[in-house]
């Protein structure tokens, strides 16, 4: 029998996209990459209006970050272990932070666009799953902040990295 998720863990399921199989990590990542491409839909990105669209990721970071924070010690006691896989509000958070780094060529056109979008998805998924060094070492803080600095550290680097990607090819 399995107990019912209090509400109070909904945020930190991402409304129960943790719960989803597989690799619920992946779902977790996906509510920042939808948000950028509608807020790309209504012409709020990165060239177009720049401030709007890094506010709209960062909010959905200190958000998703806030809920790890706070709820994480709550959610590793329900679910009985350290970084349990259905918490991925540090995956939302860790994304959305990425994606605050969209270069403006991102809105250049639908193409570049989609391809911008699905690499720092990719990307993410890639190095929140191998955990490189140093990702791997910040992962051993206790509770809330060892579920999140991660997630943060890999966003961060996927950031950067595309920066300089495009900053290169253009």
Do not use: Y
Not at 56 to 69: N, P
Not at 114 to 136: G, Q, T, Y
């Amino acid at each position: 029998m399995t107990l019912p998720i209090p509400r109070r863990l909904a945020l930190v399921t991402v409304f129960g996209l943790g719960h989803m199989r597989p690799f619920p990590g992946t779902w977790g990542s996906l509510p920042p990459v939808f948000i950028a491409g509608g807020l790309f839909a209504i012409g709020v990105g990165p060239a177009t209006a720049p401030i709007q669209f890094i506010a709209a990721m960062v909010a959905l970071v200190v958000v998703f970050s806030a809920a790890c924070v706070v709820l994480g010690d709550r959610a590793e006691a329900r679910f009985g272990k350290k970084d349990p896989s259905a918490v991925v509000a540090d995956e939302t958070a860790g994304q959305a932070l990425a994606l605050a780094f969209l270069p403006t060529i991102a809105q250049s056109n639908l193409a570049a666009s989609i391809a911008l979008l699905l690499w720092m998805f990719v990307a993410f998924r890639l190095l929140d799953i191998a955990k490189p060094w140093p990702i791997s070492a910040i992962q051993r803080v206790p509770g809330g902040w060892g579920i999140l600095l991660d997630d943060l550290l890999a966003g961060l680097v996927v950031g950067i990295i595309t920066i300089v990607l495009a900053l290169t090819l253009l």
